[in-house]
């Protein structure tokens, strides 16, 4: 049980997938506009991530060296593609906001990532700890940067369609260029440069 | 035993990895295959009923893209989707026209224009203009129409305003023929 804390902690601030391994950049910078594509992108990462770290943990004993890359991609592509046709069946508008982000899970090097570098090497309960670690580190970084983004930019901040708080002055004439790609250059730069000089670095 | 297999073995694998995966695919998609179908039906009735609100059925021609609102068994104009090149890509737009084929309105369906800015022509401020308009005033007003482009935004208005007028044209001419064999 010791190792299975253990694992799960580390993705969330030692070994923090966003800020720390600076993996999976891509999609964090462009899903990061408002706070309900973040917890929509967050659980459809959780959910793959999760399966594909099982699946592969418990075939690790059996996959030739050779074409292990083949196999990890062709395993999460497959489950990319289930969540894809899950959401556009059962949750059609988040599926439109997330657009062709979803099918871009694929290549998130965050799972391929886990998969080669944990799953592949690790028995099942260390690679369910690791995963959901690591989901909750990559959504708790993806739920900060929009939350920052949104705010901003936008100068309200709303989820599921409930308004939660409007800043007076911003919201009429808010700081677009947050909800803009170099937005999130800017807030992922300025929030990394903070928690290194916070001494949050990889303990690794 | 296993060395001896080992040029063999990892085809084997990553075949069977690659069958299991269809078989999981072909599932889901059974599962989900008539609720997408039902969703985007959904979503166009939905849209539909932005421009027609006292529409209660539709029926679609795949052929030409025409939708026809229907409010019981009675044509409430025409619907059709145009796609304009915007500034980020492209922007789709729903088209209603009256029977008398002026403008019931637009609604923008899907863009990538620049959130803050080229991204306000899904606003209502912008689209309510073109309500009642014949295709001659669709124009941008620096051009002698009838619709002020967004401040900051006239790349994005323009697309939509050309997108819009071309795709009017094109339709009434289908239509116009189509009336002609009736």
């Known amino acids: ?204 | 035993m296993r060395n001896k297999k080992s040029d063999f073995f990892p085809v084997v694998f990553l075949t069977l990895i690659v069958i299991i995966s269809v078989v999981a695919l072909t599932l889901t998609d059974g599962i989900t295959k008539d609720k997408i179908a039902l969703a985007k039906k959904e979503a166009i009735a939905e849209t539909l009923a932005t421009l027609f609100p006292e529409m209660n059925d539709f029926t679609i021609d795949e052929e030409s893209g025409l939708y026809t609102p229907l409010a019981d068994g009675e044509k409430l104009g025409h619907a059709f989707m145009a796609t304009a090149t915007g500034y980020g890509g492209a922007i789709d737009i729903l088209i209603g026209l009256k029977p008398d084929a002026t403008l019931r309105g637009i609604k923008i369906i899907s863009q990538q224009e620049t959130p803050g800015l080229g991204a306000k022509i899904v606003e209502g401020s912008f689209l309510a203009q073109f309500k009642g308009l014949s295709v001659d005033e669709v124009d941008l007003s620096a051009d002698g129409g009838k619709v002020d482009a967004i401040t900051g935004a006239t790349i994005s208005s323009a697309a939509v305003v050309k997108g819009v007028k071309e795709e009017i044209l094109k339709k009434l001419e289908t239509l116009n023929t189509e009336g002609g064999r009736d």
């Open chain 1, 1 to 204: 049980m010791h190792s299975f804390s253990k694992n799960f902690v580390k993705g969330i601030v030692r070994a923090n997938p966003t800020f720390i391994l600076l993996l999976g950049l891509c999609p964090t910078l462009a899903v990061s506009t408002s706070l309900d594509n973040a917890v929509g992108m967050t659980a459809a990462f959780l959910f793959v991530l999760l399966s594909s770290n099982i699946i592969i943990s418990l075939i690790r004993n059996y996959v030739p060296d050779r074409v292990r890359i083949p196999i990890f991609i062709v395993i999460i592509a497959t489950l990319v593609t289930i969540v894809d046709l899950m959401l556009q069946g059962f949750v059609p508008a988040l599926s439109k906001s997330l657009g062709m982000y979803i099918p871009l899970i694929v290549v998130n090097c965050i799972i391929l990532g886990r998969a080669e570098a944990f799953a592949s090497k690790n028995g099942i309960s260390d690679s369910i700890a690791d995963a959901l670690g690591m989901g909750v580190g990559f959504g708790l970084a993806i739920l900060l940067i929009s939350f920052i983004r949104q705010l901003l930019g936008t100068g309200e901040l709303d989820l599921f369609g409930r308004s939660l708080f409007t800043i007076p002055g911003l919201s009429d004439n808010p700081a677009a260029i947050f909800m803009l790609p170099m937005g999130a250059f800017f807030v992922i730069g300025t929030l990394l440069a903070l928690f290194r000089w916070m001494g949050v670095s990889t303990g690794e």
